[in-house]
């Protein structure tokens, strides 16, 4: 523990020269702020409705803004100015848009980061004796399971284990999607691929995970796998509602909504009791029976770091966790790719010369595709999994010339910031090269959140989905047969609206 404290007090004392080095460089606002304090407004004269909870929770409700949240905070954003501050319901924050704010935010975000808790899941986990996971801990005990974790999940060393295992699994999903097309008997697939993307980021994230196949490509589903999927489905969307109420209050009351959620982190549990059962009894049987990488379950039991219950609740949460997040980003790519087919062409050029250049050495092909992360990156942008980002700030700072005291939660707007014009030119255009050429990306590639807190499955998450649009494109080509705008709605992460319709042909039938 010695060793985790000086080493925060040391990002404490870089972060405190780092940040006068922001304040001074990045804006001339903030500057002159610095330069006299007295200039500083008090925290209550943030603009923005905070004064009565009750009324804006009930005002949200009306406007149907659970759903539209990323869609209220664009309106705020450019109603209030680049900074306002709001009280719904039982949870009061500052929101911010810029990115240099975003500096300044998360250079106060301590040695110990803490977001906005999600109430229903800790609720839950009370509720049923469970311990917290990564996502849920904070503190020191966070600092100790993360430190663990990220030497098996997000080190640039584990990275070669994982991509056979990925590779595996999408080579697997383009032969399903060829027996899709050949069933239609028209040599194409017209179909909302949400609930295919869905079973292949299942599938994926449970092969890295458990070192096993769920099995849920195959033409029969094991019941089991499926009752999985539904309990995910319906976590996410029982979450949403309770963001405002306390879960305290619904589980007093019987609501429906809190005993569906119950039923569905039962499910999810369940299944990863069975998957953990199973690999421990594999491993107590024949432990170092082979070379081949066991997957990060076996990894942390076998490392002996963290206890089975640590294990458990974090490795429960990770595959909760790993699912929606990037089957709905890699929808929202094939939707933009299908509205501009040069795009489409220009990606699978570089990933055909990238095929040549690296000699089927998938590590290498990686490396050699940045249009394609860049097309990853502008997808987030304009359709981030996360709303926004926020933090606990564990000291006093100004945020555009006004006082924020420490302990107040700060967000940043993560879907306001990527539409805003001042921030990314043309916003509306989905632009991959952005991303590519030397514009400055001074925190504004921020989809996977920063620093220690950042998204733990993040390496997982853009291999899982480089791997997917890499294979994809060199074996069909999309199309969409109207332009018709798809907009997101709110469950907790964001998610398309309407169904979004996809054509897919076989590249070589349709040249
Ligand atoms: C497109 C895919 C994904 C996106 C955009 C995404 C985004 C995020 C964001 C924004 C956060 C909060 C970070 C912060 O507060 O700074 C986060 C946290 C987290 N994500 Fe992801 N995520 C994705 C996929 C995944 C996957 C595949 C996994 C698991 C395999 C995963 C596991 C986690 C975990 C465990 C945390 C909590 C980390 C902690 O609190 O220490 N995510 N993610």
């Known amino acids: 523990m010695r060793e985790v404290m000086s080493r925060c007090s040391l990002r404490a004392r870089l972060g405190q020269s780092l940040s006068r080095q922001v304040r001074t460089t990045h804006t001339g606002r903030v500057a002159a702020v610095r330069k006299d304090s007295s200039a500083v407004q008090p925290f209550s004269e943030i603009p923005?409705?905070?004064?009565?909870?009750?009324?804006?929770?009930?005002?949200?409700?009306r406007m149907d803004g659970l759903r539209n949240i990323h869609r209220i905070m664009v309106h705020n954003f450019n109603m209030y100015?680049?900074?306002?501050?709001?009280?719904?319901?039982?949870?009061?924050?500052?929101?911010?848009?810029?990115?240099?704010?975003?500096?300044?935010?998360?250079?106060?975000?301590g040695?110990?980061?803490?977001?906005?808790?999600?109430?229903?899941?800790?609720?839950?986990?009370?509720?049923?004796?469970?311990?917290?996971?990564?996502?849920?801990k904070d503190g020191e005990d966070w600092k100790f399971n993360r430190n663990v974790l990220n030497k098996e999940i997000i080190s640039p060393k584990v990275q070669g284990n994982f991509v056979p295992l990925l590779d595996e699994v999408i080579q697997d999903f383009v032969a399903r999607v060829y027996k899709k097309i050949e069933r239609t008997g028209q040599n194409e697939w017209t179909t909302d691929l949400s609930h295919e993307l869905f079973k292949y980021t299942l599938e994926s994230v449970s092969h890295v995970l458990y070192g096993k196949r769920l099995g849920v490509l195959s033409d029969y589903i094991d019941p089991d796998a499926q009752h999985f999927i539904d309990c995910i489905t319906l976590m996410f969307k029982t979450t949403s509602p309770m963001l405002y109420l306390p879960p305290a209050l619904l589980r007093h009351t019987g609501a429906r909504i809190w005993k569906d959620h119950v039923e569905a982190w039962d499910g999810i549990f369940n299944q990863a009791d069975r998957c953990i059962q199973s690999i421990y009894r594999q491993l107590r049987k024949t432990p170092d029976a082979d070379e081949k990488y066991p997957g990060v379950l076996a990894s942390l039991l076998m490392l002996d770091k963290l206890s089975i219950e640590d294990i458990k609740a974090s490795i429960t949460e990770l595959m909760a966790g790993g699912v929606d997040t990037t089957s709905i980003t890699l929808l929202w790519t094939l939707y933009e790719l299908a509205r501009y087919p040069d795009l489409q062409e220009e990606i699978r050029a570089e990933i055909s010369a990238a095929r040549d250049a690296s000699e089927g050495d998938m590590m290498q092909m990686l490396k050699m595709v940045p249009l394609l992360k860049g097309a990853l990156r502008e997808t987030l942008r304009l359709h981030p999994v996360a709303v926004s980002l926020q933090r606990y700030i564990t000291e006093d700072i100004v945020l555009q010339n006004y006082h924020i005291p420490a302990g107040t939660l700060v967000q940043l707007g993560?879907?306001?910031?990527?539409?805003?014009?001042?921030?990314?030119?043309?916003?509306?255009?989905?632009?991959?090269?952005?991303?590519?050429?030397?514009?400055s990306h001074y925190f504004r590639g921020l989809s996977f959140g920063f620093g220690p807190r950042q998204c733990l499955g993040r390496r997982i998450a853009e291999n899982e989905m480089q791997l997917f649009l890499i294979h994809m494109l060199e074996n069909f080509r999309f199309e969409k047969q109207r332009q018709v705008e798809v907009r997101s709605t709110f469950e907790l992460i964001l998610v398309p609206e309407k169904p979004i319709m996809l054509t897919i042909k076989p590249l070589n039938a349709s040249r």
Request: glycine share 6%; proline share 6%.
């Open 48 to 61: 923005g409705q905070w004064k009565n909870s009750v009324a804006n929770l009930y005002k949200l409700w």
């Open 81 to 109: 100015g680049p900074i306002y501050r709001e009280k719904i319901g039982y949870y009061e924050s500052v929101n911010i848009i810029e990115p240099e704010d975003a500096a300044v935010l998360f250079k106060a975000e």
């Open 111 to 136: 040695c110990f980061p803490k977001r906005l808790r999600v109430e229903a899941w800790t609720s839950y986990r009370d509720y049923r004796n469970r311990k917290y996971g990564v996502v849920l």
């Open 414 to 439: 993560l879907y306001a910031m990527g539409r805003d014009h001042r921030i990314f030119p043309h916003p509306e255009q989905y632009r991959p090269s952005r991303w590519v050429r030397s514009q």
